[in-house]
């Protein structure tokens, strides 16, 4: 019961943060000059006769709290605006596109969450081995690349090298789910390990420290008293407490995550909407950056709704407060 | 507000003043301090009161030592704390000097600062490790701003010296000094500005024994020089009747007896009292093996939910069902003299053996 | 204890004073444990290194005698107007897709890193130290407030801000120092604050209230310096964190343009050739990773000379005693990693 108020009170923050991310960015790009924002909305090579369609269309000449009212009304029934270099409304170039960076989204998650928790806990159960030793500095080299450096670095050692001895699973160019898995994963490998590889490092780390500093309380030192097996131990007793500040900064690398996305698929070529976005900054087409940042508060909303109840199933105490 | 009106009050503050006792330096009257604890769903509510201090009444006097005694919990930190004003006080007064310096703000409180000091407990913990001794002592001067440069490291040197430090470590860190040197620049930090009044939250508490006696020494040696008036909190008896003229023994946020030193631990009225008494180690064995302990049972209550009526009738030897009804009133007994009070239904008499409540001493 | 024992003890205790030993400031031990560390003594060499090729850039433009944005389509191409390896006509490095000398851009490409990195965290220190501070100390709705903006501004997603800030005014300098900052305090800020909070509960600040120290004076003089670790800490490995957020800005056309270099940007253009001129990638991106690698080395360096208990694992490989002592890794230990993404930004 306390868990379903919670999952409320957190989705009506969420709402209120979606909102206030909204009208931010109707602020900040629709608080200016009205020939400023008809020509960024129209793009770089926006002609005068499609300059005057936007103004008239989107009622630019209004007073700007009418703009807002319209604008807000538009979002609420899912118009994400038109976007006038591409000659498409941003809606539908974005669904197009999202499938791209769902893959990319899923698997980069999956993989940086497993390898980084499995490896910190092994790492923490047999601290000081050999095993440890070498995942510590895998750990340094981890964290001191950049994503997109490690992204160019794996096709020039792993994509070039395979291609040129005819190893073709690897491909540098897109390979969607429907093209059959086989060829998808092919594709998407090398951009998974890109966007993990940073994240798990982090989380390597954290969790083996989280989890030796959690072995080292009496409790455990207790159930191991008590006869327990050893892997009851930690799996039962110990995991539980040591992944709570795993779980919660969980939350906050959410938005280092999206950036990671974005990153990776301008590496890969992936023309999912993180590079429709990158693009559209040298076209001047504010409209589908626009559209991107609001499904990126979006998705970053309901990521962090849905740490926060693992954190509540975690930690009972945060369901009370 | 009327003109006559506003001469009538300031009158009355006049003669408030004026019939001050001189001889008073610090008056604390019906000093309560709850701290509320906060529970409840969404909104959080006060659910509880914690009462660290529950209406207390003292008096400290010119150039003399009150010893504030009591076991952990009883609220005298606290009530040293609301006296230094480093607590918001939940009701009652605190006269210093006939002023009432209750609940002021940091400015007003600021040159009543410089007439009370505090010396306290832990000296690994009161003393900032990052900071060179010569600053930490100079502290006080800094922030009254009453020297500075030349002028101030020369008071420091000075003091250094007075408390028996080496002044020449002015630069170091407190992490290169023993215990009882850290007690000294306590003092010497306290002793600064020349206050009145130095309350010591258990000074010597931290320290060995024979390190105690020096220190004890020192604090001495300094009322006699500078005519100090000290509030000595302790929980060691033994150390409180080395230094203190008067005694306020404090139980559970009350006082339970206090009065001269020699009245309360000659003639313990209180069984509170007569049980610290019998607990304190004597320095004499055969002395001590005669001597019967008064087992008091069970723990300290806590202060959330105290006892109804006399707050020690829990643990009370002499309980009887009064006690639990009606709380006692702290008054002189018949026979003691004026300023020797107890709060207690069924004294102690001179002679009486206190029955032991549980359990005998099985020596 | 008889009384001529304690009179013993008391005599011993009491010439004490004069015969205490010279000790040692945290910060003489720290700089001791340091300078024997040899990784850290080798990752300071390596940003020195770095640091005078960025300062004498145009040494290197004298040198090799091309200008860092000159095009030399007639040696920096092959016939087919790609890019010339390393060791060809001049070109140490090579050439990059323009004909302009790689390693001149390389040198130049340092300019903007060390500079972005240094200025953007001696700022965001500051600010970051303040407020963490003032929330910290202050409590309360003062506490309320600044602590759920930082913990705002901490999960907020760089690329949404980043991307809004270029659209609107253009990819520039000034749009990645404002954006690095921006990020950068707020992680610097929640471990002040919490090393705050539970300073202010400490004796010592009782005290200097006590005697009547305002808050400022509180914070600056009796606060400040017990933080002075953790935050060298932070600032050391928030270096890093914004020469590589400086290089992702680049990389993705939202931070310096072409043709200025930096390595973010020349790693970009370089993408599109790197089946031919893997040069063109692999220098830059080099020079990115060894300044990186060396400033987390650094900072996990100065943090283990400052808290010289911490596990360490490489205590035999780099050289250093291996004194294996096991301790509980504290909070300031996780939250003080190089590894932290409480910095904000990418990685």
Not at chain 1, 85 to 108: F, H, M, N, W, Y
Not at chain 1, 264 to 285: K, L, W
Not at chain 3, 74 to 82: H, S
Request: proline share 5%.
């Amino acid at each position: 019961m306390a868990l379903t108020r919670f999952l409320i009170r957190r989705i009506l923050s969420g709402i209120l943060v979606l909102w206030i991310v909204s009208l931010a960015a109707f602020l900040l790009f629709f608080l200016r000059p009205r020939d400023t924002v008809a020509r960024e909305l129209g793009g770089k090579t926006a002609t005068a006769p499609i300059l005057a369609l936007i103004t008239k269309t989107l009622g630019l000449s209004q007073p700007i709290y009418v703009q807002y009212w319209q604008y807000l009304y538009r979002l609420v029934h899912g118009n994400l605006g038109y976007s006038y270099v591409d000659g498409e409304a941003v809606k539908t170039i974005l669904a197009q596109d999202l499938p791209r960076t769902a893959s990319l989204v899923v698997g980069g998650a999956l993989l940086w969450l497993i390898v980084g928790l499995s490896v910190g806990i092994l790492s923490a159960v047999r601290a000081r081995s050999f095993f440890d030793r070498f995942a510590t500095f895998g750990v340094l080299t981890g964290i001191s690349m950049p994503t997109f450096v490690l992204g160019q670095l794996l096709l020039l050692a792993i994509f070039l090298p395979l291609n040129e001895h005819g190893f073709t699973w690897i491909t540098d160019s897109y390979q969607g789910l429907s093209q059959g898995v086989v060829p998808w994963l092919g594709y998407y490998l090398l951009p998974w390990i890109t966007l993990a590889t940073v994240q798990a490092a982090i989380y390597t780390r954290l969790s083996r420290g989280s989890l030796v500093d959690t072995l080292g309380e009496d409790y455990i030192r207790t159930a191991r008293a008590k006869g327990l097996t050893e892997r009851r131990v930690i799996y039962r007793h110990g995991l539980r407490a040591a992944l709570t500040p795993v779980v919660s900064q969980l939350g906050i690398d959410i938005g280092g995550f999206l950036g990671g996305v974005v990153v990776t698929e301008q590496v890969f070529n992936m023309g999912g909407i993180g590079q429709d976005s990158v693009a559209a900054i040298s076209q001047g087409n504010l409209p589908v950056i626009l559209g991107f940042v609001l499904i990126a508060a979006l998705f970053v909303v309901v990521a962090n709704i849905i740490v926060d109840m693992v954190y509540a199933v975690l930690d009972p105490r945060v369901r009370i407060s | 507000m009327s003109e006559t009106g506003n001469r009538d009050i300031a009158s009355a503050a006049r003669l408030e003043a004026e019939l001050w006792d001189d001889d008073v330096l610090v008056s604390v009257e019906n000093l309560v301090k709850y701290y509320p604890i906060r529970g409840g769903g969404i909104i959080s509510r006060t659910i509880g009161q914690v009462q660290a201090v529950d209406g207390v009444s003292l008096v400290v006097r010119r150039g003399q030592t009150l010893g504030l005694v009591g076991e952990t919990g009883c609220g005298k930190s606290t009530l040293a704390r609301c006296i230094a004003g480093l607590f918001q006080v939940t009701s009652g007064r605190i006269l210093f000097e006939g002023r009432d310096i209750t609940n002021l703000s940091r400015r007003q409180m600021q040159p009543f600062r410089r007439e009370i000091q505090m010396i306290f407990q832990d000296p690994y913990g009161s003393l900032n490790p990052r900071r060179r001794v010569g600053s930490i002592i100079g502290d006080p001067f800094t922030v009254h701003k009453t020297a500075s440069g030349a002028q101030r490291k020369r008071a420091v040197q000075e003091l250094m010296e007075r408390v028996g430090l080496n002044p020449e470590h002015y630069n170091r860190f407190p992490a290169e000094f023993s215990g009882g040197q850290r007690q000294r620049i306590g003092v010497a930090r306290a002793l600064a500005l020349r206050p009145k009044l130095i309350i010591c939250d258990e000074p010597v508490s931290a320290l060995d024994v024979s390190i105690q006696a020096q220190v004890l020494n020192l604090l001495a040696d300094l009322q006699d020089d500078f005519g100090l008036t000290y509030l000595f909190i302790a929980h060691d008896l033994e150390v409180v009747r080395h230094v203190s003229h008067s005694v306020s023994v404090m139980y559970l946020g009350k006082i339970a007896e206090q009065g001269l030193k020699n009245d309360v631990y000659d003639s313990a009225r209180h069984p509170y009292t007569a049980a610290l008494l019998s607990a304190a180690p004597a320095a004499d064995p055969n002395a001590a093996a005669q001597r019967q302990r008064i087992l008091l049972t069970g723990d300290v209550p806590s202060p959330v939910n105290p006892p109804s009526g006399c707050r020690f009738h829990t643990r009370c030897p002499k309980a009887q069902s009064l006690c639990g009804e009606q709380e006692p009133v702290l008054e002189a007994k018949a026979g003691d003299p004026a300023n020797h009070l107890t709060a207690c239904h069924f004294p102690v008499q001179a002679g009486e053996q206190l029955a032991r409540a549980a359990g005998r001493d099985q020596r | 204890m008889s009384i001529t024992e304690i009179q013993f003890q008391a005599q011993t205790v009491e010439s004490a004073p004069e015969q205490a030993i010279q000790g040692r400031s945290q910060w003489q031990l720290t700089w001791r444990r340091l300078r024997s560390d040899r990784v850290a003594v080798g990752s300071v060499v390596v940003i020195l290194i770095v640091a005078i090729c960025a300062i004498i850039a145009p040494v290197f433009a004298a040198l090799t005698g091309h200008p860092v944005d000159q095009e030399y389509p007639n040696t920096g191409w092959t016939l087919q107007g790609l890019p010339v390896g390393p060791m060809t006509h001049g070109f140490l490095l090579g050439t990059d897709s323009q004909a302009r000398d790689l390693i001149v851009r390389i040198a130049y490409g340092a300019r903007i890193s060390l500079f972005v990195g240094i200025s953007t965290t001696f700022v965001a220190t500051l600010a970051g130290v303040t407020i963490g501070m003032i929330s910290g100390y202050f409590g309360g709705g003062v506490d309320a407030v600044l602590a759920r903006f930082i913990d705002a501004v901490l999960a907020f997603p760089f690329i949404v801000l980043a991307l809004s800030l270029a659209a609107v005014f253009g990819p520039s300098l000034t749009i990645v120092l404002v954006v690095i900052t921006f990020f950068s305090w707020a992680g610097i800020s929640r471990v002040v604050r919490g090393q705050t909070l539970s300073i202010k509960e400490k004796e010592y600040i009782e005290a200097a209230r006590s005697l009547g120290a305002g808050p400022w004076r509180i914070m600056f003089i009796d606060i400040l310096p017990n933080l002075m670790a953790p935050v060298l800490v932070l600032a050391t490995l928030s270096i890093p964190a914004a020469i590589v957020f400086e290089a992702t800005l680049s990389y993705l056309g939202l931070g310096i343009q072409l043709p200025t270099p930096s390595w973010g940007n020349m790693l970009a253009d370089a993408q599109n050739d790197f089946q031919v001129a893997w040069w063109y990638l692999l220098f830059p991106a080099l020079a990115l990773l060894i300044t990186t690698l060396a400033f987390n080395l650094l900072g996990d360096g100065v943090r283990d000379a400052m808290d010289p208990r911490t596990e360490r694992i490489f205590a035999a490989a780099s050289g250093r005693r291996g004194r294996r002592k096991r301790r509980r890794v504290t909070p300031i230990d996780v939250l003080s990693d190089p590894a932290q993404p409480t910095l904000g930004g990418p990685a």
